[in-house]
């Protein structure tokens, strides 16, 4: 099959992949988190080809991606005020909010659970698609399973040339990382995903909020977790990441210290001074945190290449939306972080 890529910026692209959608082939659309990897979400046949060409597990639900909040209830029931509130506050935009799914929604698209995951993006060519093609969108991330996010139509082909119907070109993500996921299916809400809509902007929404321990900690595969993909080997490259935490200039001397030849370095821009010689490769500048999370997945499939032996990762420190970046360096590195503050 030939891919076609379709330019975001062509008034004809919005029907031409709409008709795609319909007919139950693969599309992958841009959104303001990462590249989707897009079907028809009520339709089974379709969902099935996106787990084929991603080689995902048949258990990591996918989510909906619907072009208004008038939609939910259409795809849910028992949709709590705080769902409405967080939609007002958020939509469209990185928000998802796991929500009871109607029986309209094939339980092929959420991974055989009674819930399902929604959002509205925040792309307007993506969701003129969505409302041309007269169904929700079911996308994961773009990317092959296990591997870092697709954040431009470059990174789509180069995962699925051939094998889908078609990309549409919408440019560089902008937050670039994946959704914020919310579950209001409980007496508390709870993070179960962190991206760029933050811990405190949903605190000030909800007033209330648990993080679930899938944010922070290793998960077993076999564990019964509420978000699936948590417990998946996710966003990391072929070669194994650890992350060096503390001072600028501990950190840089204990990087050195270990450096052989065939590693890299993934930092900050203000700290390539610090790295010459090994190889240091740049994802943001530390002072804005929105290049870190903007320029992170490109920086990690950069990296994915077999003659890398070992990457050591700078990781930025506090909450807001370094705290997502945290959560995917740490997934991509499998928790392995070390304190350069006590090595000597
Ligand atoms: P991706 O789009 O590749 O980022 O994957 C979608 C993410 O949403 C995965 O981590 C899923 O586990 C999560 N997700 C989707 N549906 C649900 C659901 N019903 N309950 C909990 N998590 C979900
Ligand atoms: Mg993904």
Sequence with gaps: METILLSGTDPATPAAAARLIRQGQ???????????????????????????????????????HICGPEQIEQFCHHIPQRAYDLAQAFWPGPLTMVLPARRVVPRRTTGGLDTVAIRCPDNAVTREIIRLSGVPIAAPSANLSGKPSTTTAQHVLHDHNGKIAAVVDGGACRVGVESTIVDLTEGRPRLLRPGGVTPEQLLAVLGDLVVDKAVTAQVDKDAVVKAPGMKYRHYAPAEPVVIVSGSREKAAAYIRRHFTPGDRVLCFQEELPLYEGCNPLAYGREADVNTLSAGLFAALRELDDPSVHQVYARCPVGGGVAYAVQNRLKKAAAFHIIDAEAEE
Excluded: H, M, W
Aim: glycine share 10%.
């Design 26 to 64: 693969l599309v992958a659309i841009p959104t303001e988190t990462v590249y989707g990897l897009g079907a028809d979400g009520l339709n089974e046949a379709a969902v099935a080809r996106i787990f084929e060409a991603k080689g995902r597990p048949q258990d990591n639900p996918l989510i909906l």
